[in-house]
């Protein structure tokens, strides 16, 4: 089937950049998104892009796109604390129904 | 505005038992998602349901059904339960032609013993 793998693990400092990485293999995907997680949460989304964009910034995040090597990136600037969670990429191709990956927990060291 | 609300939070069941899940979904929302939660895994999706109807489903068993209220309110139905069936479940809701805005609730933590 159709997958959507992500790292499993991410380090950073507080107030370094976070890059989290995703990639994907279904090329009928029209919208990819980020979502995330905090303990004994359910999900929040952060930001979403259509595949005929490269790029999506908002605030503090900026979402990369490569449609022909189907990678997905989230940039979080100015890292804190409160962004220690689990960051999920999920795509869709017809915005019903959503994949997601396994998730990649954030930690961030003061 | 109360967001997507899940009940109930936490449920333990017995192997081989039946057990039901309730999500009313956010206002003004008509559309009621599914997705189950592995522990260290992703949500994967379940079930969509709209105006009363299943609309598409994931790869699940007939075991797991559901349904849509009127109200656009959803339960989830999980048959002859596993242990393998212990996950997180979360409703997602979204609005018709809207669907990149769709909001997750807490999820319920169903354990089977």
């Known amino acids: 089937g159709e997958d959507v793998e992500q790292s499993l693990f991410l380090s950073v400092r507080e107030g370094d950049s976070s890059v989290i990485n995703c990639t994907y293999t279904d090329s009928s995907s029209t919208y990819l998104y980020w979502y995330k997680q905090e303990p004994g949460a359910g999900l929040q989304l952060l930001t979403y892009?259509?595949?005929?964009?490269d790029m999506k910034q908002d605030q503090r995040l900026t979402v990369l796109l490569n449609k022909k090597d189907k990678h997905l990136s989230l940039r979080i600037a100015d890292t804190q604390t409160g962004d220690s969670a689990i960051y999920f990429c999920?795509?869709?191709?017809?915005?019903?129904?959503?994949?997601f990956g396994a998730g990649t927990r954030l930690t961030v060291k003061p | 505005d109360a967001g997507v609300t899940q009940s109930p939070t936490h449920l333990i069941k017995t192997r081989g038992q039946q057990v039901t899940l309730r999500c009313s979904p956010k206002?003004?929302?008509?559309?009621v998602s599914w997705y189950q939660q592995a522990l260290g895994q992703g949500p994967q999706f379940i079930f969509q349901?709209?105006?009363?109807?299943?609309?598409q489903r994931g790869n699940f068993p007939d075991r797991f059904s559901g349904h849509q209220f009127p109200n656009y309110s959803s339960e989830l139905n999980v048959n002859a339960l596993l242990l393998g069936d212990s996950a997180l479940y979360l409703c997602a809701s979204s609005l018709a032609g809207h669907h990149t805005e769709a909001f997750f609730g807490q999820g319920t933590r169903l354990t089977v013993v």
């Open positions: 892009i259509f595949s005929n964009m």
């Open positions: 206002s003004g929302h008509d559309t």
């Open positions: 999920a795509d869709s191709y017809n915005n019903n129904d959503m994949r």
């Open positions: 349901y709209y105006e009363e109807e299943e609309r």
